[in-house]
């Protein structure tokens, strides 16, 4: 079975689609069709053979092979079962201007109808809009599990 020998883990609204779109059609990567697998955070429970089956598609000679789940940043439980489970797998993250990364997030709710017109309500009724945008503690936590080289920040 193939293991993936990357993770982007985020956060959300740093440009993972675009670099998804990328990755999927670059000669030397593999990465599953589903952009957000969330094994290690939501779908731990369903076993690392279900987790692999996502990259059987990979052909042989493929350079990069990873997944791109974009709130693994937010969990120490992901972090630590990618310890685990993946302990030379290289960790991408993409860090974005916070306050343009929360009004990106922020906006993206809006057109889904999830909040009104009013940035402040949104903010008091979603807090993540402004969490996710807080960085450091996160990327300290990843910085603590992995070497430093094998953390790629973006």
């Not at 960790?91 to 929360?102: A, K, Q, T, W």
């Amino acid at each position: 079975m193939t293991r993936p020998n990357f993770l982007f883990i985020g956060p959300d609204k740093t440009g993972s689609s675009w670099m998804f779109h990328i990755l999927t059609r670059h000669p030397d990567c593999f990465v599953p069709v589903a952009k957000d697998i969330y094994f290690f955070d939501r779908y731990y429970a369903k076993g690392m053979g279900w987790y692999l089956r996502h990259f059987d598609a990979a052909s042989p000679g493929a350079v990069a092979v990873g997944e791109l789940s974009h709130d693994y940043i937010l969990s120490a439980e992901a972090a630590e079962r990618i310890r685990r489970d993946l302990p030379d797998a290289r960790i991408v993250l993409c860090l974005r201007n916070p306050v343009e990364r929360s009004i990106s997030h922020y906006q993206y709710l809006r057109r889904g109808g999830e909040v009104g017109d009013d940035f402040d309500a949104a903010v008091a009724h979603i807090p993540r809009i402004i969490d996710n945008s807080r960085y450091l503690a996160r990327v300290e936590r990843w910085l603590a599990l992995f070497p430093r080289e094998q953390v790629k920040i973006l």
